[in-house]
């Protein structure tokens, strides 16, 4: 199997070293803007460096594509691979904008290209063991989830800059979780953000820390809170309580929590810094679920449909911080349908 891979920062050097681990990739090419990067790329993977990205996409180059370039380059990538006939693995987002995601969503449906865009929580152990307790009624009745996601320590202001806000850059992850565990829609968002650390958050119209309740489709309250200062370590979890048990995702010796209990000793091991190492497992396991999929002709196992729903939830919930009222998802799809078709006119 010959393997395309496009963008070689850090997440794609990351990416990269665990496609040339697959036995099933006999030949793994590296391409980037910057020729020097793809070389020492190859160099500490083993892969190829090709002269041009553009190499990458011409007919029969490669069998799949992985995408791990730049946000604003995801559409084109995505598209070109699709008109290629090849499988695409595309990093989050797959566009900077709903309207951008909405329009690639339309060409894949149209092709029948098969994407599979990177939500990698859906391959964590522990999210995928709730995502089983659920459906096979362990907890009983289920009646509220609480998400967490906190960093450890902010990401620079160059960043933020274009990181279209915390909800989307950040907690689009829990959105599209909370979807998958529970398989259930949300329907509505009361969010709320405030500022507690750096000036440039609120320079850009973002903010560093997080709260929300979001209404699911069958009645079920979902609860939210994020930040960008989490002193104690690097935080996602996940709590899914029912009328017969409560399930924690993310509870373990690394999660950074201390009991105030008297002989408590809790966590026992260093906490997680980054995203990185908290979920090097589960990034491992999507590109094995992508190589499967490009493999066997399987269907891929997180959609372009799936990350848009994602967002929308993501775009409900920045509305909702911003006019501080709750928002229907409903109430923003047709405007990404309507941003959607303005962008046509204009094309």
């Avoid at 559409?75 to 989050?92: D, M």
């Avoid at 689009?172 to 829609?185: A, M």
């Avoid at 809170?225 to 995702?249: F, H, K, P, W």
Wanted: charged letters at 25%; one cysteine or more.
């Amino acid at each position: 199997m010959r393997i395309g891979l496009i963008g070689t920062g850090r997440i794609g050097l990351s990416h990269a070293a665990a496609l040339a681990a697959r036995p099933e990739v006999d030949d793994l090419v590296v391409a980037d803007l910057d020729p020097a990067s793809a070389g020492a790329a190859a160099e500490r993977t083993g892969a190829r460096a090709a002269d041009r990205v553009g190499d990458l996409l011409a007919p029969g180059a490669v069998d799949a594509l992985v995408v791990t370039a730049a946000t604003g380059a995801h559409p084109g990538l995505i598209l070109a691979g699709a008109a290629a006939g090849i499988p695409v693995f595309c990093e989050k987002p797959v566009a900077p904008t709903v309207a951008e995601t909405a329009r690639v969503l339309e060409e894949v449906e149209r092709s029948g290209a098969r994407v599979h865009i990177g939500f990698m929580r859906r391959f964590d152990a522990g999210y995928r063991r709730a995502h089983r307790a659920v459906r096979a009624g362990e907890l009983g009745d289920l009646h509220r989830v609480h998400a967490t996601t906190c960093d450890m320590a902010p990401p620079p202001a160059a960043y933020i800059a274009g990181s279209g806000g915390l909800f989307r850059d950040c907690h689009v992850h829990d959105f599209d979780i909370l979807r998958w565990v529970t398989g259930l829609e949300v329907e509505e968002v009361f969010a709320y953000g405030a500022n507690r650390g750096a000036a440039y958050f609120a320079e850009h119209g973002d903010v560093d820390t997080s709260a929300a309740v979001l209404r699911l489709s069958d009645g079920t309250l979902a609860t939210l809170q994020g930040s960008r200062y989490n002193g104690a370590g690097y935080d996602v979890r996940m709590e899914l309580a029912g009328t017969r048990a409560t399930l924690a995702v993310g509870l373990d010796g690394r999660a950074p929590l201390r009991s105030a209990e008297p002989g408590a000793d809790f966590p026992a091991d260093d906490p997680w810094q980054e995203f990185w190492s908290r979920f090097t497992p589960a990034y491992e396991a999507e590109i094995a679920a992508f190589i499967a999929m490009v493999r066997d002709g399987t269907p891929s196992p997180c959609t372009v449909a799936d990350a848009l729903e994602a967002v929308l939830v993501a775009d409900a919930a920045d509305l909702s911080r911003r006019e501080h009222r709750p928002v229907r998802v409903d109430e923003v799809r047709p405007r990404a349908r309507a941003a959607h078709g303005a962008a046509r006119g204009t094309a």
